[in-house]
DNA sequence: TTATTTAACTTGTATTTACAAGTTGTGTTG
DNA sequence: CAACACAACTTGTAAATACAAGTTAAATAA
């Protein structure tokens, strides 16, 4: 049964009393003497799980200080990886499904390599307007291999993000990944959709996110008005 | 002088031979008790080093396998440049200082709040345009607080990076950060400067770094000529 | 030959011990 | 009272040791 490692556990509790506020954030957590009496393991154990804290940004530690609480809301990646809609950092996010999901053939000349099998299995394609404040601001085009996903062109897309459909109903989550960015002049189409003034460039992304799932990417081109809002980031 | 430890000294040299090569993408590292006998240290202290490696994203571990060499590094936030056709390594990034670090006070109208610390001990200043092949792409204005660095005006930064030199002769580690990203027009002295065609866009970034050290970020103000290459990062 | 076991690796977890180095408050001394 | 010294904390570095657990290839048995 318990399998898990001890500095794990330790780690696992104290994350736990971090982000829901047991430490206040600038307070110094028990010092590691403290914690080796109060959890029965050495120091070695203990430092070990508090290295863990610290690669995730939630404590800090000084020699001779002690370790502070930092609780600093760290996301992975670039823009949070939980999908466009926090990348903003917008509560508020209309969507319009300008095409829900289908189920077509891969672009001839895709920007991103697939593996055999995701060739094989054709792809779904969706594209999606988003607003903010009734305007707007994100033209998202979305690939993603038919294969895992029953159903998925009769679901609903309209108050629920892919990445929550993903996770809830298939078990799909989201790994890490890699992305391009890049200012560029809007064409035609992009311009009309995203009712931009002429002359207003606007941000370019493509993505691939990796999943638990082998041979499961999803790719996403993104069209970004970054005349009122920014693209924000943690990391 | 040598008051550098050990696991530290490990921990730079191996990440020099993978940097520069020595050992094979996907090809393993000598075994840690190779690496205990071939450095005269004990395992404990291998293991630090090589911890350090895997946080960076330098080396894969595998229990029962080995230390795997990593193929593609991963990025703390945006940080890599890719050209289009294939991935142009930093190696190729000639770094022009047009302004070498200075003491000054901080700007009036500072896009990012300061801790009264970071106030009272003024910023350091610098400016830098980067080139890929041969032409301006990266135009970066940093500003850091004038705390622990001795002597920092005086050290070249031509071919180093700045991370770099704040990692190894500082031993100040980025943690994270947060940034904004934009496309925007760019003002005549960034037109000039980046020699941008009329009606190029650029990608405007800011960002702040946190770091090991209380109270040291590093803010960051970037334009980056999205013509040719894009903004890669992995996560 | 083929399948299985075993031995020899690898990294992972954990204890114990020791001293170095930075921080802070409490004294003592001038 | 103010400046200094020191003691009692804190985290940082490092050694020696032990066993667990995953991987691999060679030796062995069918």
Known sequence: MENIPQYRKLYELLRKHIVEGVYEEGSLLPSENELCAA??????????????????GLILKKQGKGSIVRK?????GILSISGTASA??????????????????????????????????????????RFVEDEP?????NHLP?????????RSFENRSLFEILRKNYQI???????????VMPD??????????????????ERKLTTNRENFNIYSTIYFNSEKHAIFGSF
């Open 146 to 154: 038919n294969i895992y996903l029953p159903r998925i062109t009769n």
């Open 72 to 76: 600093t809301p760290k996301n992975i």
């Open 188 to 205: 035609k189409q992009i311009k009309k959709l995203l009712k931009l003034k002429t002359g207003q460039p606007v941000l370019h992304i």
């Open 137 to 141: 601001v994100f033209y998202d085009i």
């Open 173 to 183: 989550e989201i790994l890490g990944g890699e992305q391009k960015l890049k200012a």
């Open 39 to 56: 959890y029965e393991m050495t120091r070695p154990t203990v430092r070990h799980a508090l290295d863990s804290l610290v690669k995730d």
């Open 88 to 129: 903003v950092g917008v509560r508020y996010l209309k969507t319009d499904i300008l095409q829900k999901p289908m189920i077509k053939t891969w672009p001839e000349n895709f920007s991103f390599e697939l593996s055999e099998l995701e060739k094989e299995s054709g792809c779904i394609y969706m594209e999606r307007l």
